[in-house]
C-alpha cells in the first residue's frame, strides 16, 4: 500500500510503484477528471499539481509523488467558483471538453507564478497541451480574464 | 472520490435510456409526449428507413415534476448538439435553456438521421438535419398542452398561449406543463402543427451559453473512458502492425503471469491482455509473443500509393458536366495544367478509441462514445451472435470525433473480451494504437486543366480527382451506380461561372481503408480548386480577388462572403513584409472564404492570421458557430502545416504526437470570424471551415515566394515550416 496526498485527503493505493499517476488517479482512485491523451509527456491532458507545478502525471511514477502535494481537478473547487474554472465558463472555452482538465490545470499552475502573463508567457506556458478543438483563442482570452479575478479577489 | 455514474455529465445511472422512459411513464411521476413525425417536413429521401414516418417518437418528456427533459439522437463531440437541439425545442415551448435538462438517445430506428439514412453524426448535418424536425417537434407538444387546457377550461385554444413553463390564459389562469402532461400525452399529435415565425425567436439566434460546459470545467463530463461498472476490468489491445495484417499464433505464457493479468484472449481485431487494472495490461501487453500474418499489405508503402494514383486506368465517372470541355481546350487560345497531391491523414482525437462493454447472457451493453449508433450495435451483435436489439449502446460525450467515431472497427473487442472474462471490460488503446490503425483521411491524386479564349476569358475547367472511395466500405449502396458523392465535393460544385466544366472522378483503392476525415473530400478538393483558380489567376494576369468576383455573378452568397472577408481582412493592404492569400468554397450549405496573413523569415513561412467570413443561414447559436469556425481553421491549418501519414512495409510511421505534430498555442495564429446574418436554411457548421485554409496559406505563401506548393503538407517543403 502506498500512501497519497491528493486534494488535501490522504488516500491509500495498492498501484505498484512504477505506475504513472495518470493511472493511479483514474483507475486505482477513481478520479476520472484527469486525462489520457498521449502517455508520453506530449498533450498536457494528464496534467495534475504536484506542489504546485504543472506536471504531466502519464510520466510521473507512483514511488516520485509519495509525500508531495498532488491537486487535480477535482480538487480545484468544490463548486466550480475557482477563477479559472469560472473564466473558463464565462467564454464557453470547451468543445469536446476533453483537454481542458489538462488545460486548466496548466492555467492555474501558471497564474500561480505569474498572476499577469502576457500572450507570450501565456503561449509557452501553454504549449505543452494541445487542444485538437483548436480552441486556443479561447484559453487564451479566458486566462486573461481569469488574472482579472484573482486580482479582483479570487484567490487562485 | 466513488464511482461515477456514466449519463452525460453524470447525471444518470447505466441503464437503457429507452427502458428509462417507459418506467417513468409507468411510475406516473412523468409522462413522454410522443411526437410524431408524420408531415414532420421529413425529406421524402428513399434513403430514410422505411416505417419510421408516423411512429410515435420519443423526442420530449415532461415530468409530473415540472422537469423537461430533451432526448438528443445526436453524439456530442464538441459541435455543440447539446446545447443547439435543444434550444430548437426550448424556443417552441417558450421556456429558457436552463429549464431543460439533455440525455443521449439510445441506438434506434425513432433516430435515424433523415438526411443519411442511418443513426449518425456527421456530415455537418446536425442542425440542418434537426431544423424542421425539432421545431415541429416542440410545436406539437405546445398545441397538445394547449390543447388539454383548452378541454380543461372549456375555452377555445386560440385564447391560449404558454409562458414560463405553463399555459396561461388573458386573465392570468395558469397550469403548468407538469399538470397538463398527462391529459397532453392522450391527445394525438396535431399534424398541421407549425414552428413559431423567425421574429418571435426567444432563443434561436442569440448566443447561448453552453449546457455542457460546467461539466467540462470541473471534470464530471463522462467520456467513454471514463465509464467505471462494478467488477470491471481492463484491456489493452496488440493489433497486427501491419495494417489489414491477422494473428497467426500467440504465446501468452509470460503475460498471463504478470500481476493483475486475468485473461488473454484473442479477439477480432488482434489479442487483448485483460487485467484488474490498466497499467497491468499495458505492462503485460509487451510481454506477449505474437507472430502475425502481415496480409496483402505486406509491401505497401506511401510511394507506391502514390504512383498506384498517378497511374490509376479506372475509368472515369462524370460528376458534372457543362458544355463541352475538349472543344473549349482544342479551340483554347492558352491551356494551363496542374496536378496535385494530398496526403493520408489521421483523425488523432484527443481521446484515444476507447470501449467497455458488458456481455451478459440475454445481450450486451456498449458505453462508447460513438458517431454511429446503428452500426456500432451491429458490428457487437455479430461479433457475440446476437441480435442487434440485443445490444444497448449507452452514447457517452465524446472526446472529439472528426470522422472517426464514424468507424466501429475499436468497439468488438471489448464485448469479446468481456464474454470470454465474464466481467465488464474497458478496452483503451493507446496513442500510438490509435494514431497507427487510424482509418487515414483518403489521398488523392488530382489534375486540374483550363483553358483561356481569345479574350483572355477561362472558357473551361477540367478537373480529373483520383482517390480511395470511403463510402464504398461505408454505404456501398450510394456508390452502385452513381459517383461517390463525398469524393466529389468541393468540385462537383464548381462555383464559378465558366461556360464548359467537367469533374471526373476515378476510384482507385489502395489496400487499406480510409475513412471519413472532418469536411471529408472538401479538404482534398478544395485544395485543388482553389490553388488552382490563383494559378488561373496569375496566369490572367488578374488580382485572385478580383479574378473570383467577376466570375460570381451567378453565385450570390458566394460573392458576397468572398467580398466580406476581402474588406474585413484589408485585400490588397497587407502590413509590410506580410502576404496574403484568399480562397472560397461552398459545403454543406454554407458559404465560407478565407484570407491568410503570412510572412516569410529566413525562407520559414509564418502564418499570422486567418481572416474567415461565413454564411451558414439562419444560425441557432452563433457563439457556437464561431466556435466551430474557428475549431475548423485550427484543425485544417495543422493538417496543411505538418499532417500526413506515411507506410512503409504496410506500417503507419507516425505514432505520438512527437512525429504526426499538430498546432500548439504558440503556432496558433490570430483567428477572426464574420458570421453573416441570414434568412437562408441552416447550413452545416462543423466541417467547412477546415477544408479552405490551405488553398488561402497556400495562395499567400505563393504571394510571398512565388512557390507553388501543390502537395500538402507544407512541411514536406524542406525548411519551409
Ligand atoms: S497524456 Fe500525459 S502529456 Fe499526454
Ligand atoms: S476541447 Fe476538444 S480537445 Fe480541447
Redesign the pocket.
Known sequence: MTTLKVNGHTLETDATPDTPL?WVLRDHLGMTGT?????????????VHVDGSAT????TLLSTVVGKDIRTIEGLSQDRSHPVQRAWMELDVPQCGYCQS?QIMSATALLLQNPAPTDAEIDSAMA?NICRCGTYPRIRAAIHRAAELIKTGGAA | MSARPTGPGGDLPAMDRRKFLQASALAGGGLIIGISLTGCGRPSDKAATPGVGGQPNAWLRIGGDESITILIDKSEMGQGVYTALPMLIAEELDVPLSAVRVEFAPAGKDYVNTLLGTQITGGSTSVREAWTKLRTAGAQARAMLIGAAADAWKVEASTLKLAGGAVVDAGGKKATFGQLAEAAAKRAPPKDATPKERTTYALIGKPQTRLDTPSKVDGTATYGIDVKLSGMKYAALAQCPTLGGKVRSVDSSAAEKLPGVVKVVTVGSGVAVVADHYWQARVARDALKITWDAGPNAGLSSARILAELKGATGTPQSARKDGDVDAAIKAAKRQVSASYELPLLAHATMEPMNCTADAKADGCDVYVGTQIQQVAQGAVANALGLKPEQVRIHTQMLGGGFGRRLEVDFIPAAAEASKAVGAPVQVIWS?EDDMTHDAYRPPAYDVATAAFDGNNGLSAVHLKLTSPSVTARMFPPVVEKNVDPFAVEAAANYLYDVPNVSVEYVRHEIGINVGYWRSVSHSLNCFVVESFMDELAHVAGKDPFEFRRALLDKQPRAKRVLEEVASRAGWGKAADGHHQGIALMEGYGTYVAQVADISMVDGKMKVHKITCAVDCGQMVNPRIVESQITSGIVYGLSAALWGEVTLEDGKVRQTN?DNYRVLRMNDAPELEVHLIESTETPGGIGEPSTAVVAPAVANALFAASGKRVRALPFAAQRGLV
Open positions: 495518470l486525462k489520457f491523451g498521449c502517455g508520453k509527456s506530449l498533450c498536457g491532458a494528464c496534467t504531466r502525471s502519464c510520466v489538462g505543452g | 496513442r504526437f
